[in-house]
């Protein structure tokens, strides 16, 4: 006869759960940097982008990875997910984005098998108002970047190994020698930028043939798209970052110099 027929409870025996598996530990800024040297020999200047993010598919683990986006456009992401999906996208949400932007952010998240991160920065723009006076950006461009995108995005990057980017060389005359594989000195991290030596028109293609999600001020006149504030629209074959801190010698918020 049973325990339980006789009105025993039986003796459960405690089910030991297994831990998870504890991330990889960080590797120093000496074994990565010799990383990025020998991914730059091996890919040339003119890789294709899948064997870029396929080099760093096979030197990093995935929670050590992370891919920047603007969400001008879904390209990166999109081509780094479909090779190591479930990557972490960090978007910097300076509070001053276009309506747009928010929404292809919004889209990307939705529609990509990414992990959409909102990198805050520590002040909202009114904290930062009342702290700094209002309209940052018009009287101190440089500093309200600083404050709103290079900090914060730093803090992040600390616990990554990796980045990806979407810098291109024809963007403009700062970015025409942008190496596809490099050490990120300012951030302590590989920086790799797998579509380098596309052009505009290829990415658009690109976006086309797979149906990605675009923000459609790309295709209102502004091939750049920053904070609404220091962003206008660039006339037809000009610098597509013209009109980026239009009427200021500023060509850089920082993030890539």
């Known amino acids: 006869m049973s325990k339980h027929a006789l009105g025993i409870d039986p003796v459960v025996e405690p089910v030991e759960t297994p831990a998870a598996s504890p991330a990889p530990a960080k590797r120093s800024h000496e074994e990565l940097k010799a990383l990025a040297e020998a991914g730059a020999a091996e890919l040339g200047w003119v890789a294709p982008a899948r064997d870029v993010i396929a080099w760093v598919e096979r030197n990093f683990e995935m929670p050590a990875v992370a891919v920047a986006c603007s969400m001008a456009d879904a390209v990166l992401p999109a081509l780094v997910a479909d090779q190591i999906p479930g990557v972490d996208v960090l978007f910097l949400e300076t509070g001053y984005h276009f309506a747009e932007t928010y929404a292809t952010r919004d889209e990307v998240a939705a529609n990509l098998r990414v992990n959409v991160v909102d990198v805050l920065p520590e002040n909202t723009v009114e904290q930062q108002d009342r702290l700094l006076g209002k309209d940052l950006f018009a009287r101190d461009a440089a500093q309200c970047c600083a404050l709103r995108k290079v900090a914060p995005l730093r803090r992040t990057l600390s616990g990554y190994e990796l980045w990806f980017t979407g810098v291109r060389r024809d963007e403009a005359p700062t970015r025409t020698n942008t190496p596809l594989v490099t050490w990120d000195e300012a ?71």
Request: charged share 15%; aromatic share 8%.
């Open 187 to 257: 951030n302590g991290l590989v920086k790799v930028n797998p579509v380098a030596a596309w052009t505009f028109d290829q990415l658009v293609q690109y976006s086309d043939d797979n149906l990605l999600p675009v923000n459609p001020l790309l295709s209102q006149g502004y091939p750049s798209i920053g904070c609404q504030p220091c962003t206008r629209k660039v006339a037809p074959g000009d610098d597509p970052r013209a009109g980026r801190w239009a009427g200021t010698n500023k060509t850089e918020c920082g993030l890539h110099v």
